[in-house]
């Protein structure tokens, strides 16, 4: 999934020096601590003069009232200056379009997650436990909701539920939300996650769109090949529309929704909980220039761009179920959310959780481009919580702190607790960065980044990273330690397999490369690559570019860390690090021009499939051109596992592709860093969910 990034003065700070802080119990709620305030008071009194007799003299003693015993004063909260209102300050911009079928981004998703519903939701912090939302169950073999064979999943959808604009929801409008995304969505939409359980597992060429279905050679490939589209056979194009139509299937009368699916999916609830799930309305939707269901016309509307969805009306404005509605969007600047006073939610969706009309009246999200300026807001008390750059701002955010909280959500005084700001940390992260190995390097029109285009000491051919010795030698020679206390601030974990940790598949025990000179060196003799001259790799030596996007010192010091390690080793092995332009790096990706580059992947589900297929048969894999044998053999494993809905079978099969992926070695895996949330200590209700685009603004509130 694409992912957008999300101290001035010292005169702003919200502090009471003053005080004297009590000590806060942990709860494991969360929510803002109560600080006591126990400033000492001595209750005075006017002496008194008593005369005494001191060894038979008369003396006059000055008697003075005893103190009376400390007593603390009303308890101290931090408070909102307007408790109705969240300020949440950006570093994205705008949403690319608020269409749930088409948007693929975080800005976007977290607008859609907080105004639409899904058929089904997370159970609160848990990425892969669901609540019901617009279904009254979360289907199982257990309820009769999934079929013994594990292809046939029936919603009882819930009844009375209005959209924005007074709209009844019906199952209708639920078919017809999956029908269109799967018609309608394209190539670079999420749909490719529906159309895999419910049309079937695809390989390239195809690029699990519809258009495959239309053309199954691939010839129509993306979204930039509409028009052909456009001119295929319309008995094709209708049989098409037909079989969605009858795989996703509306029963009025009973109140269900039907998905009959091509194959059992192991993941297939998970793809439904996120925002791309968001029911729609059909009637609305047709009205404000989308398609209207016709299997007649679905080809005119395939693959939108976002400029004609956002002027059409269905990518700016949104008519969902959800607990808020969008109040105006002004690009650039702001999105504001007010609260929907009708919300249908009447009994909470897991313990503790929020029911009827949400208790923040308006949710501002500003875009504010520069840390600083928002960091300033955030200390004056202006912004309830903001995004940072990269984690070295949290360097910057730390002195602000007086609370700190653990991953468990319970919360003890730091040591500066006056300070204004909440801290979570040891937060799950969805996203890795990782360095990929280019199996057939592009040169047409020449390529600077391989030097001489040989192996003579001065380059790399174009085949050079099709040595497996080669491979596992850029691997052995990656210093992990290193990245993780100088990147990852100490807060990362090694990755060994391509899945996230506590994943399905995924094993402290598997096989995985370290740090290891020795071994590396030995990687690399064992190469049969040979000069021109004939001497060996390891006598010829080589010299290539790593590039990096500018301004991403994440990314450049990764290609530091292994040009160190590589130089170190031997020092004829010469890489060079180059920043580029974020466009020319891009570019330079997708043309397969980098011999070797290091990027990043932001999970869709919280499941291994979602990251084995931009691994292997999606995304990065074509950009590596990777083997088409190592695909398949890679590939095979990657649909049996998706195939299976049993766990335990699943990761046996995982296991397998673990083993297998860690002895071709495409890449160098790098490591998973905990994350951070810092917020306003009147916040209440925050929780973590790191499948979420940015938050689920109806669990908060604020004193």
């Known amino acids: 999934m694409l992912k957008q990034n999300r101290m001035a003065s010292a005169a702003g700070l919200l502090a009471a020096a003053a005080m004297v802080l009590g000590a806060c119990a942990p709860q494991a709620t969360g929510t803002p601590q109560t600080i006591i305030q126990t400033q000492v008071v001595v209750q005075t009194a006017p002496p008194v003069v008593e005369t005494q007799i001191v060894n038979g003299t008369p003396q006059q003693i000055v008697v003075t009232a005893t103190p009376a015993p400390v007593q603390p004063t009303a308890a101290a909260v931090f408070k909102s200056k307007d408790p109705t209102t969240l300020t949440y300050l950006q570093f994205n911009s705008d949403p690319q379009t608020l269409d749930p079928a088409t948007d693929y981004e975080t800005t976007g998703g977290g607008i859609v997650q907080n105004t639409y519903d899904t058929l089904i939701f997370y159970n609160k912090d848990k990425a892969d436990q669901f609540v019901p939302q617009l279904a009254t169950d979360v289907p199982s073999t257990a309820n009769g909701g999934i079929s013994a064979d594990g292809k046939t999943y029936t919603f009882k959808i819930r009844t009375g539920v209005k959209f924005h604009n007074g709209d009844v929801m019906t199952p209708d409008d639920v078919a017809f939300t999956f029908q269109r995304g799967l018609l309608v969505g394209g190539a670079n939409s999420p749909q490719w996650l529906m159309f895999q359980p419910v049309l079937g597992a695809n390989v390239p060429p195809g690029d699990n ?100 969805e956002n002027k059409l009306g269905i990518g700016s404005k949104e008519n969902g179920t959800g607990p808020y509605m969008l109040d105006h969007w002004t690009p650039t600047q702001e999105v504001v959310l007010k609260a929907n006073p009708n919300y249908w939610r009447t009994d909470a969706a897991w313990t503790g959780g929020p029911s009827g009309a949400p208790k923040i009246q308006t949710i501002i999200m500003k875009t504010v481009a520069n840390f600083s300026t928002r960091l300033a807001s955030l200390q004056a008390g202006d912004a309830d919580f903001i995004d940072v750059g990269s984690p070295s701002d949290w360097l910057q955010e730390d002195p602000l702190v007086g609370e700190t909280c653990d991953a468990t959500y319970a919360c003890k005084p730091s040591d500066t607790a006056t300070q204004p700001l909440r801290v979570y940390k040891g937060l799950t992260s969805i996203s890795r960065s990782d360095v990929f190995m280019n199996f057939a390097i592009d040169t047409t029109g020449g390529n600077d980044f391989i030097g001489s285009g040989k192996l003579d000491g001065n380059g790399i051919t174009p085949a050079f990273f099709n040595d497996v010795n080669v491979r596992q030698g850029m691997n052995y020679c990656f210093d992990w330690d290193t990245y993780i206390k100088d990147v990852q601030l100490g807060e990362g974990v090694q990755s060994f397999d391509i899945m996230l940790p506590g994943e399905i598949g995924y094993a402290d025990t598997d096989s995985h490369y370290s740090f290891d000179l020795t071994k590396c060196a030995a990687a690399f003799k064992a190469s049969t690559l040979k000069g021109a001259d004939g001497k060996s790799l390891w006598d010829e030596g080589f010299r290539f570019t790593i590039a990096y996007n500018q301004g991403n010192t994440a990314r450049q010091t990764i290609a530091q860390i292994l040009a160190s390690d590589l130089q170190q080793v031997n020092p004829k092995f010469l890489v060079e690090v180059n920043g580029l332009p974020w466009p020319t790096f891009l570019s330079a990706q997708q043309h397969s021009k980098l011999p070797l580059f290091v990027s990043g992947w932001l999970e869709d589900i919280h499941d291994p499939h979602d990251w084995l297929v931009p691994y292997v048969t999606g995304t990065y894999g074509g950009r590596q051109h990777m083997p088409a044998d190592l695909v398949k053999q890679l590939g095979d494993l990657i649909n049996q596992g998706a195939l299976l809905t049993d766990p335990t079978a699943r990761a046996a099969v995982y296991k397998q592709f673990n083993q297998d992926f860690y002895n071709a070695a495409p890449d160098i895996l790098l490591a998973v860093q905990n994350a951070r949330h810092y917020e306003q200590r009147w916040m209440q209700g925050y929780y973590a969910n790191p499948i979420y685009s940015t938050f689920y603004f109806y669990a908060m509130s604020k004193q």
Do not use: E, R
């Open 209 to 308: 769109d519809i258009a495959d279905l239309v053309d199954p050679t691939g010839a129509i490939y993306g979204n930039g090949d509409v028009a052909t589209l456009k001119k295929a056979d319309p008995a094709k194009l209708a049989a098409v529309c037909a079989q969605v139509t009858a795989a996703i299937v509306a029963d009025d009368t009973a109140g269900t929704v039907t998905f009959h699916l091509a194959q059992p999916w192991g993941p297939f609830l998970s793809v439904l909980a996120n925002a791309w799930g968001s029911v729609t309305d059909k009637k609305w939707i047709g009205a404000n220039g989308g398609w209207d269901g016709d299997c007649k016309t679905w080809q005119n509307f395939y693959a939108p761009s976002y400029d004609d």
